[in-house]
């Protein structure tokens, strides 16, 4: 099985201030990366595929990038709405594994 | 609209079993890949299972043998069949459309397995 490995685990950002959420496969998975994003109580919302295709509705401030084995995920200006837990997962081969998460909490 | 519905969650003893509901509408299973995403409380996503368009089935080896996944196309629905359910399948399940880029998903349905 691939191995999905997120970084950091967490992070403390402020309103309008950019992150980087870093995702490692232990194998190279070409492109076939998504990064979702889940807030308390409700299901995941995909919000790029293949790496760095943004998904229809999802901000521009959102950025993917990546190939391989390593991958970016890039929140530029920080919203409010934006603080919640991101995941990256491989489709590259099943089974389809997740990252572990990265949460970001308003500082 | 595309809309997702899981049902069938509840308390079950280890052991036990458990048939997942989701009632899909929008869109038609038949013609389209289906997963199962699990999350155990306070943990992260874990990928269950997939079935395709042509009835190929994945699993995760922690339910291969005792989950299967099948659809009612009449339905427009989407199963999964848990048997032999253990503590650690203890989770909210959810469905999703797609396989490679799960794009719609349910509200999920909370499993617990506890004597």
């Known amino acids: 099985d691939i191995q999905m490995t997120q970084s950091p685990s967490s992070l403390s950002p402020s309103v309008g201030d950019s992150v980087t959420i870093t995702c490692r496969a232990s194998?190279?998975?070409?492109?076939?990366l998504n990064w979702f994003q889940q807030k308390p109580g409700k299901a995941p919302k995909l919000l790029i595929s293949?790496?760095?295709n943004l998904r229809s509705g999802v901000p521009s401030r959102f950025s993917g990038s990546g190939s391989g084995t390593d991958f970016t995920l890039t929140v530029s200006s920080l919203q409010p709405e934006d603080f919640a837990t991101y995941y990256c997962q491989q489709s590259y081969s099943t089974p389809y594994t997740f990252g572990q998460g990265t949460k970001l909490e308003i500082k | 609209e595309v809309q997702l519905v899981e049902s069938g969650g509840g308390l079950v003893q280890p052991g036990g079993s458990l048939r997942l509901s989701c009632a899909v509408s929008?869109?038609?299973?038949?013609?389209?890949?289906m997963s199962w995403v699990r999350q155990a409380p306070g943990k992260g996503l874990e990928w269950v299972s997939i079935i395709y368009s042509g009835d190929d089935r994945y699993y995760a080896d922690s339910v291969k043998g005792r989950f299967t996944v099948s659809r009612h196309n009449s339905k427009n629905t989407l199963y999964l069949q848990m048997n032999s359910l253990r503590t650690e399948d203890t989770a909210i399940y959810y469905c999703a459309r797609g396989s490679q880029e799960p794009d719609y998903w349910g509200q999920g349905t909370l499993v617990t397995v506890s004597s």
């Open positions: 929008g869109f038609s299973v038949s013609s389209n890949y």
């Open positions: 194998q190279s998975i070409n492109i076939y």
């Open positions: 293949g790496a760095s």
